[in-house]
């Protein structure tokens, strides 16, 4: 088999197994899902599963890990000069998946990623807290656990925001509700920059 025809059967399993993930956790929530059901509904073999994902979280943290990767990406590069672009794609590729964002962190979602969300997002707000204006660097007499306190509550607060968005049917664009989260963050980064 070609290349060619191995990247499209790849693209091919992993589409159907996100659609039965989702559907699935739509109906009966995450936890309780067995990778057999996962693949029934994909209507795929459990070999084809195992050939490319550990098991339900790691095909979960595939899909997040891809989406984060081209944020972190962008964020290393040095041209990068309006960090608010990143969190409107940010929200862009929540609104593209937002299905299974709503499924994962609503009520039968999964705590387990939202841990994983936030911890993703407390490191793309560190970064995001270099680049920022007014706090470009970090104080000389600040302490970690500030300077770790304010990343953590952000994701918090960011992990929240996009599930009130995808429970409301995202009732502002994904620039409109990334700027105002871009804001309220610039606001907390301004205000502890001031902390001694």
């Not at 070609?2 to 589409?15: D, G, I, M, P, Y």
């Amino acid at each position: 088999m070609s290349q060619k025809a191995q990247n499209l059967r790849l693209r091919r399993t992993q589409k159907l197994l996100r659609e039965a993930l989702v559907e699935l956790i739509e109906e009966r929530g995450f936890e309780s899902l067995t990778v057999g059901e996962i693949t029934e509904r994909a209507m795929i073999s459990r070999a084809a599963f195992y050939r490319n994902y550990q098991d339900k979280y790691a095909l979960v943290e595939q899909i997040f890990a891809e989406a984060m990767q081209v944020l972190f990406n962008a964020l290393a590069t040095p041209a990068t000069e309006h960090p608010p672009e990143l969190w409107v794609r940010f929200f862009e590729h929540i609104a593209d998946y937002e299905r299974l964002y709503r499924a994962l962190l609503g009520r039968k979602g999964s705590p387990w990623f939202v841990q994983k969300m936030r911890a993703t997002l407390i490191d793309l707000l560190k970064q995001y807290q270099r680049l920022a204006a007014g706090y470009a660097a970090p104080r000389q007499n600040a302490s970690t656990d500030v300077d770790d306190f304010v990343p953590t509550l952000l994701a918090a607060m960011l992990v929240e925001a996009i599930t009130w968005w995808l429970e409301h049917q995202r009732p502002y664009p994904p620039e409109a509700i990334a700027n105002r989260c871009i804001a309220l963050a610039t606001a907390i980064f301004t205000e502890t920059g001031t902390w001694r």
